[in-house]
C-alpha cells in the first residue's frame, strides 16, 4: 500500500510538471470577460477613466469599417474605436472577436472600447509557423495565436517592454516582437517565440532559446533532462516492485 502511495505522488508531481508551462501560461490578452449588458448597465464601474483598468469583451461584429466599428451581443452594441485599424485586419462584419483594452463612458455620448488587442474567438492557435507564411498573409494569421522561432537580430528594451526582431533561417524574413517579461537573450541567438500575432506586431508572454523539444529546461528553469529520466525510472521501479 505505501509504494502504491508513492507512486501516486511521483506520477503526480511529473504530471505537474509537464504541466507547469501550461498553466504558467495564463494570458494577459485574454483579461476578465465583462458582457456589454454589464457595460451598459454600469459603465461607472468598468470606466477607465476614472479607475484604470483593462477588460476584455466579447462580441460579434455588426459593423466594421475604416470610421467604425460596432460590437454586438444579441441586441445590445459596443461602439469600438478603429484608430489602429491594422488590429482588424482580416476580421469580417458578423465574425465573433474578443476585445482586449479600455473601456470609457462618456456619459453624454457614446460608450467607447478602445481595443489594444483583438482576438478570433474562441481563441485560435496556429500553431508553430514560419515567419514568411505571416508575412505572406498576416490577415490570415491576426488575432490567431502562434509560434515562431527563428536568429534574434535585435532587442532593446524601452519603458518596461522589449522590442526584438526575429529573422527566420535561411530566408531574409523577419517579425518584429514585443515581449512584456524579464530576458537575458543576446542578438544571434536561436530563439522560440510564442504570443498574439496582432496588427503585424507578434505580443509575446513567451520568448526563449529554442532548445530540443526533449529538454524540458526550456519550460522549467533548473529542470534537467537527467533528472527527468531518474524520475521515470524511479516510477518504473515502483512499479515493478508493486507488480511483484
Do not use: W
Not at 472600447?113 to 505571416?134: H, K, T
Request: proline letters at 4%; one cysteine or more; aromatic letters at 10%.
Amino acid at each position: 500500500m505505501k509504494n502504491g502511495s508513492t507512486v501516486k505522488v511521483i506520477a503526480i508531481s511529473l504530471l505537474l510538471i509537464a504541466c507547469t508551462a501550461t498553466f504558467a501560461n495564463a494570458s494577459m490578452f485574454e483579461l476578465e470577460i465583462v458582457p456589454i449588458s454589464k457595460l451598459i448597465e454600469k459603465p461607472s464601474v468598468y470606466d477607465s477613466t476614472t479607475a484604470y483598468r483593462k477588460i476584455s469583451v466579447v462580441g460579434n461584429l455588426s459593423e466594421i469599417s475604416k470610421y467604425s466599428a460596432t460590437l454586438a451581443d444579441e441586441d445590445l452594441f459596443l461602439k469600438t474605436d478603429v484608430t489602429r485599424m491594422g488590429l482588424f485586419n482580416g476580421f469580417e462584419q458578423g465574425e465573433q472577436v474578443m476585445l482586449t483594452g479600455e473601456f470609457k463612458h462618456n456619459p453624454i455620448g457614446d460608450d467607447v472600447m478602445y481595443p489594444n488587442y483583438v482576438l478570433r474567438y474562441p481563441v485560435q492557435d496556429a500553431g508553430q509557423v514560419n515567419i514568411s507564411e505571416i508575412n505572406k498573409s498576416p490577415a490570415s494569421y491576426n488575432g490567431k495565436y502562434v509560434t515562431v522561432t527563428g536568429n534574434l537580430t535585435s532587442i532593446e528594451l524601452s519603458v518596461g517592454r522589449y522590442t526584438a526582431i526575429i529573422e527566420e533561417t535561411g530566408t531574409q524574413e523577419s517579425i518584429r516582437v514585443f515581449y512584456y517579461g524579464a530576458t537575458d537573450l543576446k542578438p544571434g541567438e536561436d530563439i522560440k517565440v510564442y504570443g498574439l500575432y496582432n496588427g503585424g506586431i507578434l505580443h509575446s508572454e513567451s520568448m526563449a532559446k529554442n532548445l530540443s523539444p526533449l529538454s524540458i529546461t526550456s519550460l522549467i528553469p533548473g529542470f534537467s533532462f537527467i533528472t527527468a529520466l531518474a524520475g521515470l525510472g524511479a516510477v518504473a521501479i515502483l512499479l515493478s516492485r508493486r507488480k511483484r
